[in-house]
């Protein structure tokens, strides 16, 4: 993989990527620079390519390594851009403190973005069209600023973010949210009616610390607007990475994983989160009935790992049912 650079006052821009791997690491330094920046519309295809074609011919090109590439090896062409629909997910240095306007214009097929707290300076448009992302992996600074907010407002589908904090480690689930345009007929204005409990929660951040409490406090209105596989995903992120959760919040979502247990076992089935299975096993010691119904199900899913699980709860629940009997 090759990336096309220009040096800058602060350090490196890279302007494009070169390759066939669809998974993206960009390097943190190039020539012993850092590498501050990334350029306009780098991973779009609508990439003005006079400019491109200039960049090429004055530009230098590095290594994933951030060594300089050499003279003699040959130099990558325009159509072998990793941009547009060719990629899938981008990892951005920690050094990384501005993204370019529309920087990830239409690349419709990103799913996964890691990056920094340093970085934030997000410029106009640079997730428009990102209608696939799925997971953020973001480490804010000491003080938890970052461009999460930023990031999150342009793309309003379901998105995972994987939050960390020096030591600390959270996961949020943002429901997504859409924007309609109603005509007021007799008023002779159009309104704009957001549906769905997504904005609500992007707007959950103070300057550009993400608010957790408030974050938390707005779980009543996703468990009224969202659909219940978005809920416990919300829930299980939260209880299981329990960064900064206080007892109230702490009651909501215990509260709501008990009623929804064998859904919310699925979907760490599903995910092949077994530490977690067994942590909310261990936890919540579902009726020997339940442990029973989710046995089946993972039998049925040929799930060895969550049958194992199942099995060992069940022993045990057998176990102190005799000692109740005995006694």
Excluded at 96 to 102: A, E, T, V
Excluded at 113 to 136: K, P, S, Y
Excluded at 302 to 314: G, I, N, P, R, Y
Aim: proline content about 4%.
């Amino acid at each position: 993989m090759r990336f096309l650079y220009e040096e800058t006052a602060a350090g490196i821009r890279i302007l494009r990527c070169f390759g066939e791997d669809p998974s993206v690491m960009l390097p943190e330094t190039v020539a012993g620079r850092p590498v501050t920046e990334l350029g306009a519309y780098a991973f779009s295809d609508h990439i003005d390519q006079r400019e491109l074609e200039t960049a090429m011919q004055k530009g230098r090109f590095c290594r994933e390594d951030g060594e300089p590439a050499r003279e003699t090896e040959e130099m990558p062409e325009k159509r072998t851009a990793v941009s547009g629909e060719a990629i899938r997910e981008v990892i951005l240095p920690e050094t990384l403190k501005k993204i370019g306007r529309y920087a990830f214009y239409n690349c419709r097929k990103l799913t996964q973005l890691a990056l920094g707290g340093a970085c934030m300076d997000v410029g106009a448009g640079a997730f428009t069209g990102c209608h696939q992302v799925e997971e953020i992996r973001i480490t804010v600074l000491p003080d938890g600023s970052s461009a999460l907010r930023e990031i999150l407002t342009e793309l309003p589908e379901t998105i995972r973010v994987d939050w960390k904090k020096e030591n600390l480690q959270g996961v949020f689930w943002f429901p997504e949210f859409f924007e309609e345009g109603v005509e007021n007929t007799p008023a002779r204005i159009l309104e704009n009616h957001i549906h769905g409990s997504g904005l609500r929660y992007r707007n959950c951040f103070v300057r550009k610390n993400l608010n957790i409490r408030e974050y938390d406090e707005l779980f009543p209105y996703a468990r009224a607007w969202e659909e219940e596989g978005v809920v416990l995903k919300m829930a299980l992120g939260r209880l299981l990475n329990p960064v900064e959760l206080g007892e109230k919040a702490e009651e909501q979502y215990f509260s709501h994983i008990q009623e929804h247990f064998a859904e919310a076992a699925w979907i760490l089935m599903l995910s092949g989160e077994y530490a977690n299975l067994g942590t909310l096993l261990a936890r919540l010691k579902p009726e020997k009935a339940l442990l029973e119904k989710l046995l089946v199900m993972a039998q049925e899913q040929k799930d060895t790992e969550a049958v194992s699980l199942f099995m060992d709860h069940l022993h045990k629940h057998t176990k102190v049912q005799r000692k109740v009997f005995e006694l």
